[in-house]
C-alpha cells in the first residue's frame, strides 16, 4: 500500500470518527431510543471499578436494571462482557465511554478498506466501497449508539480478512500462512462470537467452510493458530457464564426469559411481557421488513444494490467474491428463524428511526459490489455514473432525514426529562426518583434514568409500583428526599411529545391520618377506590378534599368549603386489625388520577401523599389530581 492510499483511508477514517461525533452531539446528546445502550453503560461502570456484576439495592422489584437477572446478591445483565469492557477500557483512558464511538467508526472504515482490497482487488474500489459504508445512513446513525453492532462487524471483517489471506497464502507452492495473521483473525472471530453469537455464525460460516474446502491437507497448521488466537475469549467468557448463571454454557443472554432465543414458539424478552406466537410467517415477515429497511437505508439506496446484484454476477467465478455475497445473503435467510427481526420491525417499530441494526453487516457486501460496478461505470461514461451518485444520494437523503429529526427531538425530549430531574436533586440532594410508567425496569424508557453501577450517588432511580412498597423503598432509603417521576404517553417509541412531572413525595402517620386532594383542570368530583370497595365523595365547587383515614379501618372524605361529606366506608382489616393496600383517586375523564399507597398497622396509619408538581416538561394531561 503506497502513501497515497494509506491517506486515503486514514482521511476516510477521519470522516468516518467526525461523523460519529456530530451525529452523536446533534442527533443523539442524550442517548438514542435504543434502551440497551444503559445495559452497556451500566456494565462498563462496573468493570472500569473492578466489578463483573452490579449489586442488588433492594426490594429487588423497586430497582431492577433494564434486561437484569438477580442472581444471589448482584445482577447479571444480559450480555456478556466485550463491548462493556472495552467501553470501560475507553472510559479509563479517555474519561467518558462514548470516546469509543469515533474509534470504531473509524476502526469499521480501515477494516472495510482492508477487507473490499482483499476481496475485489482493486483500491479504487475500495475506496469507494469504504466511502459509501461511512456515508450510509445506516452506518453513521448505529455509530453514535453505545450497542454492539458496529464492533462486532470490524472483528467479522477482519475475521474474513484474515482467511481469504491465509487461503491465498495456502495456494501458494512452498509458502506457509502467516502465524500473526491466523491469530488475528481467531482473535477477532473469538471476540466476535461470544458478543454476537448468532451474528457472527451468519457472517463468518460462508468464509470458514471455504477455507476448511481449499486449505485440505494444509489445514492443520493455520487452525491450530487460529484456535490460540480464539481460545482466550472463548475460555474468559466459559468461566464468566459459570460465575454469572451457574454453568460454562448457559449464556446470561437467557438467563432473564429463557423463551428469549432463536427458533419458533412463544416469544418474548423478560418475565413481565405477554407471550407472542413466533412461527415461519412471522419470521418471514420480520425479516423482509428488514431487508426492505436494509435496501433503502444502505448509502445510495435501491440504487446501489441493483449495481451489487450486478455486481456479484460479474464476479460469480471469483470465490472470495461469492464468499462475500453468502455473507449477505446468509442474514435475511437465518433471521427467519430468530424473533429479534420481528420484534424490532414488527412490534417495536423503532429500526424505522435508527435503522435495521439487525442486517448492519450486509452494508459490507452491498458498499463493496455496489461501489465496484459504480467504478466501472465511471471509467465508461461517466455522466451516467454522476445521475447515479446523484439519485443515490438523494434517496439516503429522503430516507435519513425523517429519521435523524425524529431521533433528534427524542433524544432532546429524554434530555429535557433528565435535566429536570437534576435540577431538583441539585437542590435538595440525595435524591430518590421513582419512576411511574408503564415500564417494569429502571433504565427504560429512557436510558438516562440510571442508577450508577453501586446503587450510590445524589441520586438513587426506582420504579413506583403504586402499592406499600413504595413505603418500604421509602423507609429504605431515610437520607434521601423522595420524588415521583411521572412520564405521559406510550414508548414503542417515543410519541412526538413526551411529558413529564416530577412531584415531591412524603409519608404522613398517625391514628389517624387525613389527606387533603386537590384537583386542577376542573375536577369537580372524586371517588375513592380500594381493592373492597368504591366511595363516592360529594361534590366540591372548589375542587378539593379532606380524605380520612382511620386505625380502626374506615375511610370517609369531605369536600372543601365547608359541605356536609359522606358516611365513613370500612376497610377490610385483617384479624390483627391489619391493611395494605392502595387508594386509587379518579376524577372522571380528563383528569388524571392518583395512587396514594396505605398500611394499616398495630393502630397506626402511615399513606404516601403524591404533592404537587415542582416541575413539568412538555404538555401533560390538563387535569392532575395531587395531595397534602
Same mark, same amino acid.
Given at each position: 500500500m503506497g502513501k497515497p492510499e494509506v491517506f486515503a483511508v486514514l482521511g476516510l477514517a477521519a470522516v468516518a470518527a467526525a461523523l460519529a461525533l456530530v451525529v452523536l452531539a446533534f442527533v443523539f446528546p442524550h442517548g438514542s431510543i435504543n434502551n440497551d445502550e444503559a445495559i452497556y453503560r451500566l456494565q462498563a461502570q462496573a468493570i472500569e471499578h473492578g466489578h463483573f456484576f452490579v449489586p442488588v439495592v433492594r426490594p429487588i422489584d423497586a430497582f431492577r436494571p433494564w434486561l437484569a437477572a438477580a442472581v444471589h446478591n448482584h445482577w447479571v445483565l444480559k450480555y456478556v462482557p466485550v463491548e462493556g469492557g472495552f467501553l470501560a477500557l475507553v472510559g479509563a483512558i479517555a474519561g467518558t465511554p462514548t470516546a469509543s464511538l469515533p474509534v470504531v467508526a473509524a476502526a469499521l472504515a480501515v477494516a472495510t478498506w482492508v477487507l473490499v482490497r482483499e476481496v475485489l482487488q482493486d483500491r479504487w474500489s475500495a475506496f469507494v466501497a469504504t466511502a459509501l459504508v461511512v456515508l450510509s445512513p445506516l452506518v453513521f446513525v448505529q455509530s453514535a449508539i453505545l450497542v454492539g453492532y458496529l464492533p462486532t462487524i470490524v472483528l467479522l471483517e477482519v475475521f474474513m480478512w484474515s482467511a481469504i489471506r491465509t487461503v491465498a497464502a495456502g495456494a501458494v507452492a512452498g509458502a506457509r500462512p502467516s502465524a500473526w495473521r491466523c491469530v488475528l483473525g481467531g482473535l477477532a472471530i473469538g471476540l466476535a462470537v461470544v458478543a454476537r453469537?448468532?451474528?457472527?455464525?451468519?457472517?463468518?460460516?460462508?468464509?470458514?467452510?471455504?477455507?476448511?474446502?481449499? =486449505?485440505?491437507?494444509?489445514?492443520?497448521?493455520?487452525?491450530?493458530?487460529?484456535?490460540?488466537?480464539?481460545?482466550?475469549?472463548?475460555?474468559?467468557?466459559?468461566?464468566?457464564?459459570?460465575?454469572?448463571?451457574?454453568?460454562?454454557?448457559?449464556?446470561?443472554?437467557?438467563? =432473564?426469559?429463557?423463551?428469549?432465543?432463536?427458533?419458533?414458539?412463544?416469544?418474548?424478552?423478560?418475565?413481565?411481557?405477554p407471550y407472542h406466537a413466533f412461527g415461519l410467517h412471522s419470521g418471514i415477515r420480520g425479516s423482509a421488513s428488514h431487508l426492505l429497511l436494509t435496501i433503502l437505508w444502505v448509502g445510495g439506496g435501491p440504487t446501489l444494490v441493483l449495481l451489487a446484484l450486478l455486481g456479484i454476477w460479474r464476479r460469480r467465478r471469483s470465490a472470495p467474491a461469492l464468499v462475500l455475497a453468502a455473507a449477505a445473503i446468509a442474514f435475511p435467510v437465518g433471521y427467519v428463524f430468530f424473533w429479534g427481526a420481528w420484534n424490532a420491525s414488527k412490534l417495536w417499530h423503532g429500526v424505522r428511526f435508527i435503522g435495521p441494526f439487525y442486517f448492519l453487516p450486509m452494508v459490507i457486501p452491498i458498499a463493496a459490489f455496489g461501489g465496484a460496478e459504480l467504478v466501472a461505470l465511471y471509467r465508461r461514461w461517466r455522466p451516467v455514473a454522476a445521475v447515479v451518485v446523484l439519485v443515490g444520494l438523494v434517496s439516503s437523503v429522503l430516507v435519513a432525514a425523517p429519521a435523524v429529526a425524529a431521533d433528534a427531538r427524542w433524544s432532546r425530549q429524554d434530555g429535557a426529562v433528565l435535566a429536570m430531574v437534576a435540577r431538583h436533586v441539585a437542590a435538595s440532594p440525595p435524591a430518590l426518583v421513582l419512576i411511574q410508567a408503564d415500564q417494569e425496569y429502571v433504565m427504560h424508557p429512557i436510558s438516562g434514568l440510571a442508577n450508577r453501577w453501586d446503587g450510590e450517588g445524589p441520586l438513587l432511580y426506582g420504579l413506583w409500583s403504586g402499592t406499600t412498597q413504595d413505603l418500604s423503598v421509602v423507609a429504605s432509603q431515610p437520607e434521601r428526599h423522595p420524588y415521583v417521576l411521572t412520564l405521559f404517553g406510550a414508548f414503542a417509541p417515543h410519541p412526538d411529545r413526551l411529558a413529564a412531572t416530577l412531584r415531591p413525595i412524603h409519608v404522613k402517620s398517625g391514628d389517624a391520618v387525613t389527606v387533603h386532594v386537590a384537583g386542577a383542570g376542573g375536577a369537580r368530583r372524586l371517588t375513592l377506590t380500594t381493592s373492597a370497595s368504591v366511595l363516592g365523595c360529594r361534590d366540591s365547587i372548589l375542587g378539593g378534599w379532606d380524605v380520612a383515614i382511620g386505625a380502626s379501618g374506615t375511610i370517609s372524605c369531605t369536600p372543601s368549603g365547608g359541605l356536609a361529606g359522606v358516611a365513613p366506608t370500612p376497610l377490610p382489616l385483617s384479624p390483627t386489625g391489619q391493611w395494605d393496600g392502595s387508594l386509587q383517586l379518579g376524577s372522571g375523564p380528563g383528569i388524571v388520577g392518583l395512587t396514594?399507597?396505605?398500611?394499616?398497622?398495630?393502630?397506626?396509619?402511615?399513606?404516601?401523599?403524591?404533592?404537587?408538581?415542582?416541575?413539568?416538561?412538555?404538555?401533560?394531561?390538563?387535569?392532575? =389530581?395531587?395531595?397534602?
Amino acid at each position: 500500500m503506497g502513501k497515497p492510499e494509506v491517506f486515503a483511508v486514514l482521511g476516510l477514517a477521519a470522516v468516518a470518527a467526525a461523523l460519529a461525533l456530530v451525529v452523536l452531539a446533534f442527533v443523539f446528546p442524550h442517548g438514542s431510543i435504543n434502551n440497551d445502550e444503559a445495559i452497556y453503560r451500566l456494565q462498563a461502570q462496573a468493570i472500569e471499578h473492578g466489578h463483573f456484576f452490579v449489586p442488588v439495592v433492594r426490594p429487588i422489584d423497586a430497582f431492577r436494571p433494564w434486561l437484569a437477572a438477580a442472581v444471589h446478591n448482584h445482577w447479571v445483565l444480559k450480555y456478556v462482557p466485550v463491548e462493556g469492557g472495552f467501553l470501560a477500557l475507553v472510559g479509563a483512558i479517555a474519561g467518558t465511554p462514548t470516546a469509543s464511538l469515533p474509534v470504531v467508526a473509524a476502526a469499521l472504515a480501515v477494516a472495510t478498506w482492508v477487507l473490499v482490497r482483499e476481496v475485489l482487488q482493486d483500491r479504487w474500489s475500495a475506496f469507494v466501497a469504504t466511502a459509501l459504508v461511512v456515508l450510509s445512513p445506516l452506518v453513521f446513525v448505529q455509530s453514535a449508539i453505545l450497542v454492539g453492532y458496529l464492533p462486532t462487524i470490524v472483528l467479522l471483517e477482519v475475521f474474513m480478512w484474515s482467511a481469504i489471506r491465509t487461503v491465498a497464502a495456502g495456494a501458494v507452492a512452498g509458502a506457509r500462512p502467516s502465524a500473526w495473521r491466523c491469530v488475528l483473525g481467531g482473535l477477532a472471530i473469538g471476540l466476535a462470537v461470544v458478543a454476537r453469537p448468532y451474528d457472527s455464525a451468519l457472517f463468518a460460516t460462508p468464509v470458514t467452510v471455504w477455507a476448511l474446502i481449499r =486449505l485440505r491437507r494444509q489445514i492443520v497448521r493455520p487452525v491450530c493458530w487460529y484456535v490460540v488466537g480464539a481460545l482466550p475469549p472463548i475460555v474468559a467468557t466459559l468461566l464468566y457464564d459459570w460465575a454469572a448463571t451457574g454453568s460454562p454454557v448457559r449464556l446470561p443472554f437467557n438467563l =432473564l426469559e429463557p423463551a428469549d432465543r432463536p427458533g419458533f414458539g412463544p416469544r418474548r424478552m423478560f418475565p413481565e411481557e405477554p407471550y407472542h406466537a413466533f412461527g415461519l410467517h412471522s419470521g418471514i415477515r420480520g425479516s423482509a421488513s428488514h431487508l426492505l429497511l436494509t435496501i433503502l437505508w444502505v448509502g445510495g439506496g435501491p440504487t446501489l444494490v441493483l449495481l451489487a446484484l450486478l455486481g456479484i454476477w460479474r464476479r460469480r467465478r471469483s470465490a472470495p467474491a461469492l464468499v462475500l455475497a453468502a455473507a449477505a445473503i446468509a442474514f435475511p435467510v437465518g433471521y427467519v428463524f430468530f424473533w429479534g427481526a420481528w420484534n424490532a420491525s414488527k412490534l417495536w417499530h423503532g429500526v424505522r428511526f435508527i435503522g435495521p441494526f439487525y442486517f448492519l453487516p450486509m452494508v459490507i457486501p452491498i458498499a463493496a459490489f455496489g461501489g465496484a460496478e459504480l467504478v466501472a461505470l465511471y471509467r465508461r461514461w461517466r455522466p451516467v455514473a454522476a445521475v447515479v451518485v446523484l439519485v443515490g444520494l438523494v434517496s439516503s437523503v429522503l430516507v435519513a432525514a425523517p429519521a435523524v429529526a425524529a431521533d433528534a427531538r427524542w433524544s432532546r425530549q429524554d434530555g429535557a426529562v433528565l435535566a429536570m430531574v437534576a435540577r431538583h436533586v441539585a437542590a435538595s440532594p440525595p435524591a430518590l426518583v421513582l419512576i411511574q410508567a408503564d415500564q417494569e425496569y429502571v433504565m427504560h424508557p429512557i436510558s438516562g434514568l440510571a442508577n450508577r453501577w453501586d446503587g450510590e450517588g445524589p441520586l438513587l432511580y426506582g420504579l413506583w409500583s403504586g402499592t406499600t412498597q413504595d413505603l418500604s423503598v421509602v423507609a429504605s432509603q431515610p437520607e434521601r428526599h423522595p420524588y415521583v417521576l411521572t412520564l405521559f404517553g406510550a414508548f414503542a417509541p417515543h410519541p412526538d411529545r413526551l411529558a413529564a412531572t416530577l412531584r415531591p413525595i412524603h409519608v404522613k402517620s398517625g391514628d389517624a391520618v387525613t389527606v387533603h386532594v386537590a384537583g386542577a383542570g376542573g375536577a369537580r368530583r372524586l371517588t375513592l377506590t380500594t381493592s373492597a370497595s368504591v366511595l363516592g365523595c360529594r361534590d366540591s365547587i372548589l375542587g378539593g378534599w379532606d380524605v380520612a383515614i382511620g386505625a380502626s379501618g374506615t375511610i370517609s372524605c369531605t369536600p372543601s368549603g365547608g359541605l356536609a361529606g359522606v358516611a365513613p366506608t370500612p376497610l377490610p382489616l385483617s384479624p390483627t386489625g391489619q391493611w395494605d393496600g392502595s387508594l386509587q383517586l379518579g376524577s372522571g375523564p380528563g383528569i388524571v388520577g392518583l395512587t396514594l399507597p396505605v398500611r394499616i398497622s398495630d393502630g397506626r396509619v402511615t399513606v404516601l401523599v403524591v404533592a404537587s408538581p415542582v416541575e413539568v416538561v412538555g404538555t401533560p394531561p390538563s387535569g392532575l =389530581l395531587t395531595a397534602d
